[in-house]
């Protein structure tokens, strides 16, 4: 009985493919206390990607120089501002979660408030209650502030990466185009996903975030809120806490307000928060953050449950786009290998005269 053989040239590719996995999977189990860096310089090539080009190609800078301008600019408006407000935030809280005995005293006020209302006397207000609050809360905050040092060597990590990301930009890009083993309209594809995806979510989260923490911050200062500064910025970070938001910040306040007995700034306080504060949400969401990437809500918020576990602070940008993936490479998949999408035929590329010529004779002859 004659048996088929297996074509040598396909083993050899399929081994070739797991070889491949498995040293990535080694480098990435190694080199996985650098990943926020890696995944950082991502990000930073493609925001940086086009005015890079544009200040290379046309106004003929050199590749070094344009990417240390762009390097300066991160550290001036990214970097120093968020280790200014890790460096603002830090002894705030630990000075707030130090003073014990005022938040008891909050907590039981709240307490008793809530004892003999309808409805909220139903609400568990036990200790055990509150501490699984805040676990399950705590689970989706990025730990970013416990090591200072990881934080640290990441932004040095980051900014090299970036370096020669820029500086062998053509090269790089070149060779995973032609690494990636798909047609040209997938390959678009996959690369207009992941651009709308990093820049949606690097410039729109802080954005939101940034708006939302100013103008509650604003209601906090107006209606007679004390560290009205902290609670405010505490509310803008509370911005990328899916679902709740910065619910989760106003509402325990308004809630202490109003057991407190200042029921009129307990309820004005209420009302700015639910109109203004969560407003602005919708608002930018159909304005500014539409214009830089239509990105469906669902995506957003399960995709951000995905990244923070996974990455931390920058799994706020690659979760989504994982996320979003999945999507993306089912549309591939069957463009490539099924019935696919009907697309408009790509404008047809002719070659130029000189070949067109050397064609013509050498079908002469």
Known sequence: MKYKQINNNSINQVMLIIIIILISILVFKNLMYYLPGFLGAITLYILFRTPYFKLTEHYRWKKSLASALFILLSIIFIILPIWAIIDYLVPQVNHFFSNQQQIVEKFNTLKTFMSDKPFLKDIDMSDTALLNFLQRLTRYVPNILNSVAEVGVNIVVT???????????????????????????????????????????????PILGFCQGLVAMLGYWIFGIDNFVLLGLLTGISSIVPILGTMTIYVPICAITLAGGETANAIGLSIYCFILVGGIDNVLRFTILKTIGDVPPMITVFGVLLGLNLFGMLGLIFGPLILSSIGLLMKVYSHEYGKGIVREPLPLQLPPPESSAADKTQEGS
Do not use: C, H
Request: no cysteine; proline share 2%; net charge positive.
């Open 159 to 205: 900014l090299f990466v970036l370096y020669f990301m820029q500086v062998n930009a053509k090269k790089m890009e070149s060779t995973l185009y032609r690494s990636i083993p798909f047609s040209k309209e997938s390959k678009r594809d996959i690369w207009n996903e992941v651009n709308v995806m990093v820049r949606s979510n690097a410039i729109g989260i």
